[in-house]
């Protein structure tokens, strides 16, 4: 390949219809899903809860970790392509993905005009093939007259970002006003622990219950990556980071909860009913004793969990209900009802965009 870097390209259109492909510069390696549940296999969560450029950036991401894991130490870059396809129009999204920077391009055409579409959209993407690299934002302009209407964004991580990427620090926090520090503030021994995708009423809400009945200040924890979803982009980081104004927010890399109460010892972390049942799910840790290894380690850091109930599936569960092995129940307190309640999901908000 002309570029220096391993690149892996995941396109995810309709069987039907226009179908996008690069024909003279290929991708190291091409993923092309079709069907749905091809693509929520790829991107390891349901794709109907997503928008088009969140599907696009969990593309670009998964195949971004697919080449970390071929090229190692080298430079390498995610492509993720999502087509849609309506009774009227044409719509592509693009994100490319690097170890410190996300770029997004989107354009649509006419549903009449799925040659002139093709056309287009192959010539972005072998463009884009030729010349991502990690270091470099991609010059549009060098596209020539397909570019126009294209829209094209990119985000940088901080330098606050890229020491934790490095690891050279476990957590950066955030605070209001858009500071970013190592440094845990002193009076934090809390923490609220979710995607925040988005940041609604019932999270604020839970956080200042959660502070009133542990009487000690509640921040959010926000992971950039997760044990069951691709990792954040930057320009979501930014998207999400920029909602908490009511209090700091903790950035980690630990997809787990024994890595976080590692890098936030003696900690209560207030989670749901629904992330609790998956805290207690032996699949996300290789097994049943495995999980009590890891949750007895959670606790040997000063870790324990505040669990609130939540609405599942019409039926309103609570601690009472979490299906906890004897020798870790000490590990988990209930948030009473009484103190708080809202039947309020981030994902039934995305659906409902």
Not at 2 to 23: D, K, M, N, V, W
Not at 152 to 166: F, G, K, M, N, T
Not at 220 to 229: G, H, M, R, S, T
Request: hydrophobic share 40%; with cysteine; proline share 7%.
């Amino acid at each position: 390949m002309s570029h220096a870097s391993l690149t892996s390209l995941a396109i995810a259109q309709p069987p039907l219809g226009p179908r996008l492909c690069p024909e003279l510069q290929r991708p190291d390696r091409l993923v092309e899903l079709s069907t749905p549940s091809e693509l929520d296999r790829w991107i390891g969560c349901r794709a109907d809860s997503l928008t088009e450029v969140e599907t696009a950036a969990a593309l670009a991401t998964r195949a971004w970790q697919h080449s970390s894991q071929v090229a190692g130490n080298s430079p390498h870059v995610g492509i993720g392509c999502r087509v849609v396809v309506t009774e009227t129009l044409l719509r592509c999204t693009v994100v490319v993905h690097t170890r410190f920077r996300t770029e997004l391009l989107r354009w649509e055409g006419p549903a009449t005009d799925d040659a002139g579409f093709v056309r287009k959209g192959s010539r972005i993407l072998e463009r884009l093939l030729q010349e991502a690299n990690p270091v470099e934002t991609f010059d549009l302009a060098r596209v020539g007259d397909p570019a126009g209407g294209v829209r094209h964004e990119v985000a940088e991580a901080p330098e606050s970002i890229r020491r934790l990427i490095s690891g050279e620090v476990g957590v950066v926090w955030r605070h209001p006003h858009g500071e970013m520090t190592p440094e845990h503030p002193q009076n934090v021994r809390a923490v609220l622990s979710g995607a925040f995708n988005p940041l609604h009423a019932g999270h604020m809400a839970l956080r200042q219950a959660a502070s009133e009945f542990l009487g000690r200040e509640t921040a959010y924890e926000l992971p950039i990556v997760n044990a069951d979803k691709p990792p954040l982009d930057f320009l979501a980081l930014e998207a999400r980071t920029g909602q908490f104004r009511d209090g700091p927010v903790a950035l980690s890399g630990a997809a787990t909860f024994a890595e976080k109460a590692r890098l936030l010892p003696r900690t209560t972390f207030v989670v749901g009913y629904d992330t609790a049942i998956r805290i207690l799910d032996p699949r996300y840790y290789g097994g049943t004793d495995a999980m009590r290894a890891a949750l007895q380690q959670f606790g040997d850091s000063g870790g324990s969990f505040l669990v609130a109930g939540r609405l599942c599936e019409g039926t309103f569960r609570s601690l009472t209900d979490l299906p906890c092995p004897t020798e870790l129940r000490d590990l988990f307190e209930e948030l009473p009802a009484s103190r708080f309640r809202v039947d309020l999901s981030s994902t039934e908000l995305r659906r409902s965009r």
